[in-house]
């Protein structure tokens, strides 16, 4: 069962049940299935004693390409939400719909970068190639954010060519990094290792670097000398440009170093040829026993060997836990959107400083760096030593309840703000006007800005202001001017004296989620497929990744579809915000239920079962790709918001 066991395994056989598996067969399987240094290694050539290290030569490019990369992905887009609020007058539901699409189409584009690079252009020309569309998208957004000229027509296509830009990075470079090392060497096998590590740790770094000094810069401008805040979003941007420009420098340095890997053809195009065959193309008859994919066998007339259809059908029983696992990443989702706007009618004063709203997204990378070893030293061995060992489903179990948590955490946080809500008022309120949150524009509210743009001045229309009659009377010039009295205007949001610090929690309640959930589904996915195919379930759990963006998106147009009681209004204090979140937890809750009830029963696969369907032609032809892959699961790599979070999840491994 999902959080619990009643069965005690039986050691002689091969099979195992996710119940029997909190007895302890589970631990002993998987690591015989991941560990791909229990496999014994020769001696060390005889050059080993004079040969420089990988991780501080060669595989150090890689390193601070990849932290000057994230820092301008996260410079970028850390407050890409706010931008489009300030400078685009978007509505908190229409910038979170926008986020949410782009955030998707970034998940989305890596399976092509990672197609182009196994079947055609190999590792390293295609991030050289995706790196300087990368670069020339932040150079237009820098362009699409000059105060005064903030051009949709620009912008837009700029933020989704950063995406194509990203989506060759995202599935290559680590690897790139990690074929340096020559695995007959003792040294390069620990050292791999250690630029897991190394590599993880350039990726926070610059997300930290992004989500304090670049968002900030961002949202309150870096001084008057460059432009102040209304030059922020430009400042800001320009330096996530820069940071491109530099990593395509030092990555183009590092080029007579690396070792590259001809393309070796893409398991995720064949797997999706046997599938078209099967359901399409061939039209055989089975009996009632077979699969459907059967059909593309060769002994049913099909193009492909047993073996190959075999592990695509190992692929199918998956898909379950795939589909269960888009709702958890709509969640994840929310820390970009719905808590940012949350955040922006709140406090954002700390110890008399201004704070950026996108700086607590800070506080789900500290969690997981606080309470990663913590799992492992302490949780994990507590629940073994007390006879109920965690399998991978029990622990993404969990991990859905913790992201459950988190949203009722959130929607307790926006009740407690709303209850402590200021007074609303009014543009000629001055209060109010001071108190505006940062998310909007103080101009948007403006009423005399209405008055001047109805009578064909140059000031843009205000977003919330309305017309509710047609009297005039000539101003100075004698030019009709229509008369205040028939101009509404909106009240403006206000911040809550209410801290922004009480986000603290949900956002740690969602580091602590990605532990369980998030990095175990990486190894659930990786350990249960064949050597073979196991690009082909990594390219999946990608894929959920890009569906949860995705399914925000209706649910955020059905809950504002009254548009007299929208639950993520502009001003949250005329909303129900706390609804959504309380939703949102409903809906995981769901998934909890479903996901126990089609867990009960799974079983899980040996090593020794599953490597009986390797195509012997397919697995030596990826065996070093696997290594590779293989290294980087043991370690817990992970990409989650784009982050290409590398986790060390700190198991236990045979000593070379």
């Known amino acids: 069962m999902l959080l619990s066991s009643d069965s005690t395994p039986n050691n002689d056989e091969h099979e195992t049940r996710d119940s029997d598996v909190s007895k302890g067969s589970h631990s002993r399987h ?11 290694y020769a001696a060390d050539p005889p050059d080993a004693a004079g040969r420089k290290s990988i991780l501080t030569g060669v595989a150090g490019y890689i390193i601070v390409t990849e932290f000057c990369e994230r820092l301008a992905y996260f410079g970028f887009a850390g407050s890409l939400v706010l931008f489009f609020q300030t ?71 700029a933020i989704y060519i950063v995406s194509l830009g990203t989506g060759g990075i995202k599935p290559n470079v680590s690897t790139l990094g990690a074929d340096q090392f020559d695995e007959r060497y003792s040294a390069d096998r620990k050292e ?43 400042v800001g941007y320009t330096i996530p440009s820069i940071m491109m420009t530099i990593a395509i420098v030092i990555f183009i340095a590092g080029t007579p170093k690396y070792k590259l890997n001809p393309p070796k053809g893409s398991v995720v195009a064949t797997a999706v040829k046997i599938c078209v065959e099967a359901y399409w193309t061939k039209r055989s008859t089975l009996t009632g026993t077979e699969h459907s994919l059967d059909k593309a066998k060769t002994t049913h007339g099909g193009s492909f060997s047993n073996n190959q259809v075999e592990g695509v059908k190992l692929v199918t029983r998956l898909v379950p836990y795939l589909a269960l696992i888009i709702p958890y990443w709509g969640i994840y989702s929310q820390m970009s959107t719905a808590f940012q706007n949350q955040g922006c009618q709140m406090n954002l004063e700390l110890a008399g400083a201004e704070i950026p709203v996108s700086a607590l997204s800070c506080f789900d990378t500290l969690a997981i760096l606080a309470l990663v070893p913590v799992f492992d030293q302490v949780i994990y061995p507590y629940c073994k030593k007390a006879g109920y060992p ?45 108190n505006i949150t940062p998310c909007q524009n103080i101009d948007d509210f403006n ?64 580091g602590a989620s990605e532990i369980l959930a998030a990095i175990t589904s990486l190894e659930f996915f990786y350990s249960q497929a064949p050597t073979s195919m196991r690009s082909v379930t990594q390219s999946l759990n990608l894929f959920t990744n890009a569906l949860g963006s995705f399914s925000v998106i209706p649910l955020l147009l059905i809950v504002n579809s009254d548009s007299s009681n929208e639950w993520v209004p502009t001003n949250l204090d005329d909303g ?6 309380f939703l949102l937890a409903g809906l995981m809750g769901l998934t ?32 070093d790709e696997d290594d590779t892959l293989g290294n980087a699961s043991h370690n817990g790599l992970l990409d989650t918001d784009n982050k290409e979070v590398v986790f ?4 236990p491994r045979t000593k070379d």
Request: charged share 15%; aromatic share 16%; with cysteine.
């Open 576 to 581: 129900h915000l706390d609804y959504y979140f």
């Open 30 to 40: 998987s690591r015989q299935s991941l560990s791909r240094h229990s496999v014994a």
């Open 87 to 157: 400078q685009m007058n978007y509505s908190n539901s229409d910038a979170d719909v926008q986020y949410s699409a782009w955030q998707g189409v970034c998940y989305v584009t890596p399976l092509l970068g990672g197609y182009i690079a196994d079947t055609y252009l190999g590792r390293y020309y295609t991030i050289l190639i995706f790196i300087s569309i990368y670069l020339v998208g932040l150079v237009m957004v820098v362009l699409g954010s000059i105060p005064g000229h903030v051009s949709p027509a620009v912008f837009f296509p």
């Open 447 to 510: 009423p005399y800005n209405y008055q001047d743009w109805a009578k064909g001045g140059d000031t843009d229309e205000p977003m919330y202001c309305h017309q509710t009659c047609d009297t005039t009377v000539p101003d100075a010039n004698g030019v009709p001017t229509l008369i205040l009295a028939c101009i509404t205007c909106d009240d403006i949001p206000q911040m809550s004296n209410i801290s922004v610090m009480w986000q603290a929690f949900q956002f740690s309640l969602v």
């Open 648 to 651: 060390n999840t700190l198991q």
């Open 390 to 434: 965690l399998s991978m489903l029990q622990k993404i179990g969990w991990g859905f309840a913790l992201a459950l948590l988190a949203m009722m955490v959130a929607a307790f946080v926006e009740m407690y703000r709303l209850a402590h809500a200021p007074t609303p008022g009014g543009y000629d309120d001055v209060s109010a006007r001071d």
């Open 592 to 623: 909890i239920c479903v996901f126990a009830y089609v867990s009960k029963d799974y079983v899980y696969k040996t090593q020794q079962e599953l490597a009986q369907f390797e195509d012997t032609a397919t697995a030596e032809a990826l065996a």
């Open 192 to 234: 791999k290792e250690s630029f897991f590590n190394w590599f993880y740790w350039s990726i926070n770094l610059g997300a930290l670097i992004s989500y304090t000094l670049v968002a900030y810069i961002c949202q309150y401008g870096a001084g008057p000398d460059l432009g102040g805040e209304e030059w922020g979003f430009f």
